[in-house]
C-alpha cells in the first residue's frame, strides 16, 4: 500500500512538472512570438522617415542632400541595404504619422531622452548658437548676459530654449521673433534670420548649431557663429542627437548603435562638411573627425 501511495504522489509530481513544463514552454513562444510582433523593422531596404525640404537635414532633392540624408547612406552601405524614405514635414504629428504608423523604421535625427522614441546613441552633440556679423561691436561675446547686446535687436525663434533665456534677462522687447512650426517647403525661419543679419535687420539672432553653421555660411557674407556654451542648464542649450526607432524594437537599435560606433569619424566629417557645430562632452568644439 505504501508503495502504491509512493508511485502515485511521484506520477503526480512528474504531472506537475509536465504541466509547467508545458505553461512556461507555452508562455516562451508566447513572448517570442511577441519579440517577432513587436520587431516590424524591414530588413530589405532602410526605410527614413524625414522632411523633405528641411536643410541642412533632409533634402528631398537627390542634388542637394541634407547630412542626414548622407548619414542615412552611411547606415545603409553598413547593413548593404538601399535607402528608402518615407517624406513628411517635420511638424507636430510627424513621429505618430511615420514612425509610429509603420511608414519607416528609423528617425535619423531625434534629441536624447524623449521617450516618445527608443533612442540610439548619440553620434553628435551641438548646442544653440550665437551668430552676428564681424567687425559690429560684438566680437569675442559668448553669452547672452553679454552686456552688449543690450538694448540690440535680436532674432530668436519663438518657443524655442534661448527665447525663455533672454526673456528672463528682460530684453524680449527688442527681438524680433521667428516661426518654430512652419513647413520648410514654403518657409525657412533660419534663412530669414540670417538674412535678417546680413541686411542689419537684427544685431544678431540664435539658432540650433547646425543651422547657424550651415547658413551662415551660404548665401553671403560669412558670419559669426558662437555655441551658447555658459548657459547653465536650464533650459538647456547644448543636446545629444541620436537616431529614433519605435519602442521594444532593442535588437535594432543596438545594431544602429554598432555602427555609429564602427563609422563615427565618417559621421563627423559630413557634419563638419556641412558646418556643424559638433561638441564634446567636455563643451571643447570637435574641429577634426573622430578616428
Not at 544685431?203 to 555655441?227: H, I, T
Not at 563615427?264 to 559638433?278: K, N, R, S
Amino acid at each position: 500500500m505504501a508503495t502504491r501511495k509512493m508511485l502515485a504522489l511521484r506520477a503526480s509530481s512528474i504531472g506537475l512538472i509536465v504541466a509547467l513544463g508545458v505553461i512556461l514552454l507555452g508562455g516562451a513562444a508566447a513572448e517570442a512570438a511577441e519579440g517577432e510582433r513587436v520587431d516590424l523593422v524591414n530588413r530589405q531596404v532602410l526605410r527614413v522617415c524625414a522632411d523633405p525640404a528641411n536643410m541642412p537635414f533632409s533634402n528631398q532633392d537627390p542634388k542637394n542632400p541634407g547630412f542626414e540624408n548622407k548619414i542615412a547612406d552611411i547606415v545603409a552601405a553598413e547593413l548593404g541595404i538601399p535607402v528608402e524614405y518615407t517624406w513628411f514635414p517635420q511638424s507636430t504629428g510627424f513621429i505618430r504619422r511615420t514612425l509610429f504608423a509603420k511608414a519607416c523604421d528609423v528617425v535619423m535625427g531625434y534629441a536624447q531622452g524623449d521617450e516618445m522614441v527608443l533612442n540610439t546613441n548619440h553620434y553628435y552633440r551641438s548646442a544653440y548658437a550665437l551668430v552676428f556679423r564681424k567687425g559690429q561691436g560684438l566680437d569675442g561675446i559668448s553669452t547672452l548676459s553679454d552686456p552688449r547686446l543690450l538694448g540690440k535687436r535680436l532674432g530668436v525663434v519663438a518657443g524655442s530654449p534661448p527665447a525663455t533665456i533672454i526673456s528672463r534677462l528682460g530684453m524680449m522687447g527688442n527681438v524680433k521673433p521667428y516661426q518654430l512650426f512652419v513647413d520648410r517647403r514654403y518657409m525657412s525661419p533660419s534663412e530669414l534670420m540670417v538674412a535678417d543679419i546680413r541686411s542689419g535687420e537684427i544685431a544678431a539672432g540664435v539658432l540650433w548649431g547646425p543651422n547657424a553653421g550651415y547658413f551662415s555660411k551660404r548665401g553671403g557674407e560669412e558670419l559669426e557663429v558662437v555655441p551658447l556654451l555658459k548657459e547653465g542648464n536650464s533650459p538647456r542649450m547644448t543636446y545629444r542627437i541620436t537616431m529614433g526607432v519605435r519602442q521594444g524594437e532593442d535588437t535594432w537599435k543596438h545594431e544602429l548603435n554598432e555602427i555609429i560606433a564602427k563609422r563615427q569619424g565618417d559621421i563627423d566629417q559630413v557634419l563638419l562638411d556641412y558646418g556643424v557645430p559638433i561638441i564634446d562632452e567636455q563643451d571643447q568644439l570637435i574641429t577634426k573627425a573622430r578616428k
